[in-house]
Structure formats: structure tokens, C-alpha cells
């Protein structure tokens, strides 16, 4: 089995996609085709846990010019992987729950599907989601945003902020699609935690999917509640001018 400390291995890097040492599914958002065709890569990013951070993994992190992370694990996820201190190289961290329950890939009470847990997380997460999309806005640096897996409430967020950029839905659903095989190693590793808790392999594997018709789903569902991306962060309580320096800092430079 995979070490939790082990660097992770990649065969080949993906577009925007970054090689952190014990950090998995870590990606720059906006390496995605726009409406107009082109590519661009932001100073925001997204990954799964950094409970294994290693001294390398950090400095890495401060080379591509990261100054905050946002953490929208659980008060009890952070307290059993807890981030290593990141201050002393001038990483600052913010923890944003989503929710106050295990929303992680581990947890599988009552599960019915993630179109289904994904309209739950839009609405418990209003605060959390505020917090991350006002900070992207407004700090200096790059920005890093992650939970567990880096794919459910990081999907979530990282759908609204692509869609708000301009980004079609096709490239949105792709980009979701990318961490199922990016979490490989993160469920060889949750394996023994898996059948501890008496999870079956397949429910396993299905807990730590990312199925396309999922995030489809998603976005039809915030179009037919809040109308757009904007809507829901308006919503949420994001103002107006925040909104529109997030969409100047995610939107591809004019040629």
C-alpha cells in the first residue's frame, strides 16, 4: 500500500495539473477551454487533502506562488488530518467548513448518489462557499481550495467559479470527470479505512468516482434555482463588486 508521505507519481502531467509531494488531485482552475476557444491557467487551484504535506510539498506550493488556502474540511476531518503549519512560508490558512458531518468519500450513511449530496452541500455550505469566493477575490497570491478528496465540496466550487468565468459546460464536466483517476492512490491508501467501516470495494469505488452525469446534473440544478453561477453567489450574500473582481481573476487575459 501507498504511504500517506510517499511523493506522489505521475506518469505524464495533465494541462494545469501540479506534482505536489503527498498531495493528490492538485490542479490550477481555468485550464479549460473558454467560449471563445482559448486556454489560460489562474493563480487558483484545487486539490484534495493536505493532511500529508510534506516540508517539499510546501515549499512547492510557495514556488507557485500560493498565500492561502482555504480548508472546507469538517472541524473533525481537520482535527485527524491536521494541515501542517505553512506560516513560515507565508501561507496563510482558512478554515471554511462546508458542513459539520463527514462529508468525505469515507462516509457512506445514507448515501444517494452526489447529484443528490451535491444540491445538500450547495445549500449547508452558503457560508462556507461565501467565505471562499470572497477571499479568492480579494487576497494577494495565489489561492489554493481543497476537502478531503478534492472533488465533491471542491467540485461543487470549482464548477460555480468556472461557470461564472465563462467556461462551457462540456470543459466544466470534463474538468470534473479528471479526478476520479487522479484519486487512484488516494483510495489505495483509504482502502484499509474502507474496510474497516465495513464499506463494500464497490461502493468504495463508487464513493470516489466523479461521474460526468453528476456535475450535468449540478449545474442544471443551480440554473433552475438561481439561474446562473452569479445567481447563487449572490445569493449566498457575495456582493456584487466581489463578484466582479472574481470574474476579472478568473477570466482568461484579452490577447
Not at 467501516?197 to 461502493?203: A, D, H, I, R
Request: net charge negative; aromatic share 6%.
Amino acid at each position: 500500500m501507498k504511504n500517506e508521505t510517499d511523493p506522489m507519481t505521475t506518469q505524464t502531467l495533465l494541462p494545469g495539473l501540479l506534482d505536489i509531494e503527498a498531495v493528490h488531485n492538485v490542479r490550477h482552475m481555468g485550464y479549460c477551454r473558454t467560449g471563445s476557444g482559448g486556454t489560460f491557467c489562474s493563480d487558483v487551484l484545487r486539490a484534495a487533502t493536505l493532511g500529508g504535506l510534506t516540508d517539499r510539498g510546501i515549499v512547492a506550493l510557495r514556488d507557485v506562488g500560493v498565500t492561502t488556502v482555504v480548508d472546507l474540511r469538517s472541524s473533525r476531518e481537520l482535527e485527524m488530518r491536521p494541515t501542517p503549519a505553512m506560516h513560515a512560508h507565508g501561507i496563510h490558512t482558512i478554515h471554511a467548513p462546508v458542513v459539520e458531518y463527514d462529508s468525505s468519500p469515507l462516509s457512506h450513511e445514507n448515501f444517494q448518489g452526489y447529484a443528490v449530496r451535491y444540491r445538500e452541500l450547495l445549500d449547508l455550505g452558503r457560508g462556507a462557499y461565501g467565505v471562499l469566493f470572497t477571499t479568492i477575490a480579494e487576497v494577494e497570491g495565489a489561492v489554493l481550495f481543497h476537502c478531503s478528496a478534492g472533488k465533491d465540496r471542491t467540485g461543487i466550487a470549482a464548477a460555480l467559479l468556472l461557470e461564472l468565468a465563462g467556461v462551457s459546460d462540456e470543459e466544466i464536466i470534463e474538468d470534473y470527470a479528471r479526478s476520479a483517476p487522479l484519486l487512484d492512490p488516494l483510495f489505495e491508501m483509504w482502502k484499509p479505512r474502507f474496510e474497516e467501516e465495513g464499506v463494500p470495494l464497490e461502493t468504495a469505488r463508487r464513493l470516489m468516482a466523479s461521474d460526468p452525469e453528476d456535475m450535468a446534473l449540478t449545474l442544471d440544478y443551480v440554473r433552475e434555482r438561481w439561474g446562473s453561477a452569479e445567481g447563487y453567489m449572490l445569493d449566498i450574500g457575495v456582493l456584487p463588486a466581489t463578484i466582479a473582481r472574481l470574474r476579472e481573476r478568473l477570466s482568461p487575459p484579452v490577447d
